[in-house]
């Protein structure tokens, strides 16, 4: 099953969703679901949306399928989502973007005295040539460098 999730903003800024579940995504269907204006399956769920929210649209994501993987708790102790590495991006024409790894390994990333993770760690490294390689910035679609990361709790 894939997901049409359409976001929105209200008066104080804050953001909200509404997801859809809609079927896998493949050459038969995708143009239902993607192109505004053209695909009858978006634009029937986001003009009813929009004619019963007072709050102004920020965008969409089309999850062409979602993959259920078998939840099985970890082993570790620490594997908890308080914790998390805070990757720090910037596009090509400088606009910054962030994204967070939950539960990181700290015996993987941690330096004793600061919560600044060094990049050029096997596991870091690998995670930055991956993102590098395969992700943009999420507003400009430019493509993005990895310039720092730290370990954050919660709420960072």
Partial sequence: MGRLTLSYIGKSAEKSNVGFPIPNLDATNVEDYTENGLSAGYDALKSA????????????????????????????????????????MADTIG????????????????QEGT????LAGTEMAALVSAIETWCVDPITGNAVT?????????NN
Avoid at 74 to 80: I, R, Y
Avoid at 99 to 109: E, R
Avoid at 146 to 154: E, K, L, P
């Fill in 146 to 154: 990895v310039y720092g990361a730290r370990i954050v709790g919660r």
């Fill in 49 to 88: 949306v929009d004619a019963l929210t007072l709050m102004n649209p920020t965008g969409t994501t089309v999850t062409a399928e979602i993959i259920s993987i078998a939840e099985v708790l970890p082993a570790s102790e620490f594997a908890q989502r308080e914790f998390g590495v805070l990757v720090l």
């Fill in 115 to 118: 919560d600044v993770v060094d």
């Fill in 95 to 110: 606009h910054k973007s962030r994204l967070v790894v939950p539960g990181p390994d700290l015996t993987l990333v941690a």
